[in-house]
């Protein structure tokens, strides 16, 4: 058991030694990650930029058919606002996009009524978002999305996931 809290703590350790090497700016005590191209995309064609975690390592757009891919860094879990739906977004999403309207969505599931739902559209009205599940739709404030969901607290309980399996 102690062998695993010390690989733990070494994996924790040089993990977050890119993080914690950044000065930090008084101005600013809490800075953003700069905008990915799929982060500035989503801004172009009308939605908010918290649709997407801070993850995005890849992005390709056709841009005559609006289909695209988004590679992030591996699955991860976050939780959407407001209501507090556990989301799990795939290692890669896909889709159509174009104004004010994302379909053939593939690569978001959402958990809610205790079954996992596939996300398979997404639709900007006015200030609101309209998420698309199947035949069901939701609608939730935009402002909502405003930020990009961080997932490192779900990469680090996967490494300890992982960690404790050894």
């Known amino acids: 058991m ?6 733990f703590s070494l994996v924790l350790l040089f993990g977050l030694l890119p993080f914690s090497s950044q000065t930090p700016n008084p101005k600013n005590p809490n800075p953003k990650p700069p905008l990915t191209q ?4 989503l801004i172009n064609y009308g939605f908010p930029i918290g649709l997407l975690p801070a993850s995005v390592t890849k992005y390709t757009l056709n841009q005559t058919s609006g ?22 977004y795939s290692k890669r ?5 174009e104004n004010g309207k994302i379909a053939e969505l593939d690569g978001i599931r959402v958990r ?13 009205s006015g200030d ?27 990469l680090l309980q996967g490494l300890s ?3 404790h399996v050894l």
């Open 93 to 97: 999403v896909t889709g159509k996009i």
């Open 2 to 7: 102690e062998n695993y809290l010390f690989l």
């Open 128 to 154: 609101n978002l309209v998420f698309e599940v199947g035949m069901v739709t939701a609608k939730y404030p935009a402002k909502n999305f405003d930020e990009s969901p961080l997932w490192l607290l779900s």
């Open 161 to 163: 996931y992982y960690v």
């Open 38 to 41: 799929a982060h500035t995309e």
């Open 67 to 88: 289909n695209f891919a988004i590679d992030l860094g591996g699955t991860c879990k976050i939780t959407l606002p407001p209501d507090n739906y556990l989301a799990t």
């Open 112 to 124: 809610a009524l205790f079954k996992w739902w596939s996300i398979t559209g997404i639709r900007s």
